[in-house]
């Protein structure tokens, strides 16, 4: 981790990187007066985004998060050798560039598989990184990271565009279309979203998380999940919080902890604007109501995923579930037996919100992620 004093990880140091790129692209490229432009309008925008972010950059640092990294995480540096991914080639000539927040880190391998037109990947990785760090609060940055590193890409090829000759056409011509389409890309991410809340509802075993693990990557929505924070709130995953819990992590106390973690995290994603995935049973009726006072008076639109499996098949689901030990949920057939005792079926007043999926057989996740996708646009 890097000493508050450091010099690394600091707000100055990082703008100073930042805001540098768009005056070497304008250099190297200032016959082209749609890239000029597009690099002004990126270079204003980030000089906001260093009045904006300075605090939340501040706390980043102090709370560790600046450490030692590789500086240069893109696919062009990774090859998968031995069954594992390898990467190589990481930044030596410069400790500022190296010493970095790890949601830098994050931010270029998702910005490259974005500009390779691989998002379910770009947010596949993205979630697990989350899932195992509890790291939500590095997503206030995400946005500017995938900028700023997107610039840094067209930035490269306009220095390589300008020490072509003239018999390189061809080549300028490539090159110049990539830094159109990396200017393009950091430039999306200087829009507004409008982000949506989907709730997964059904008992333990009716195939909630193999859902959620397929739609995050369709739908491109941050995915949160009450086993994994559960265990946080316990100290039995990484990431854990300050303020651990103690006992039978599904009593009625450590029930009402994970359900306010959950919608504290929902809070502070939505207002990063990224919509969320919350993978919960959600069987009662006040755990519901507590999203829809949150995000209706912000109107921001919850759609409700009701799975619906058979009794005797989730038993069985469950059963068999028990046996894996990679499994991260703890609920067993007494848990589901509880659930099923206190479920509060969904109201008619909540219908409106609600798409019912028969849970019983495999789940068609492309047309689920249509409809939630039609259903938010009627909301909106």
Known sequence: RAKINSGYGEVDVI?????????????????????VKVSEQL??????????????IGL??????????????????????????????????????RWIDVISEVAFLVMDLESRERPDLAWQFLNGYLSLTGD??????????????????????????????????????????????????????????KPSVIMLHGLSGSGKSTLAARLN???????????????????????????????????????????QRLLDLTKSIIENGYSVIVDATFIQLKQRQMFYQAFDKIDVPIIILDLQVEKNELRE?????????????????????????????????????????NANTTLDSKAIANKVRKSINTTN
């Open 136 to 193: 939500y609060a590095g997503l206030s940055l995400l946005d500017f990271y995938r900028s700023y590193l997107a610039s840094v890409r067209a930035k490269v090829l306009s220095i390589r565009c300008s020490q072509l000759n003239v018999r390189d056409a061809k080549e300028q011509k490539i090159l110049l279309d990539g830094v159109d389409h990396y200017l393009a890309l950091a430039s999306s991410y200087t829009q507004p979203r």
């Open 317 to 357: 689901r469950v059963r068999k579930r028990s046996n894996n030990q990679n499994n991260i949920s703890d609920a067993d057939v007494s848990v589901l037996e509880q659930q099923v005792h206190t479920l509060e079926p969904l109201k008619d007043t909540e219908k409106v919100r609600v798409l019912h999926i």
């Open 15 to 35: 703008f100073s990187f930042a805001l540098e790129n768009f005056v070497q692209i304008k250099q190297h490229l200032h016959d082209y007066q749609h890239i």
């Open 43 to 56: 270079q204003e925008w980030t000089a906001l985004q260093k009045k904006k972010l300075s605090g939340e």
């Open 217 to 259: 990557k369709r739908l491109l929505a941050i995915w949160i999940r009450s086993d994994v924070e559960r265990k946080r709130l316990f100290g039995l995953f990484d990431g854990s919080q300050g303020l651990l819990l103690k006992g039978d992590m599904y009593a009625p106390e450590a029930a009402i902890a994970t359900y």
């Open 60 to 97: 980043r640092l102090k709370n560790g998060f600046v450490r030692e990294c590789h500086g240069d995480m893109h696919l062009a540096n990774m090859v998968y050798w031995q069954s594992k991914v390898q990467i190589f080639d990481g930044i030596e000539f410069s400790d500022e560039l």
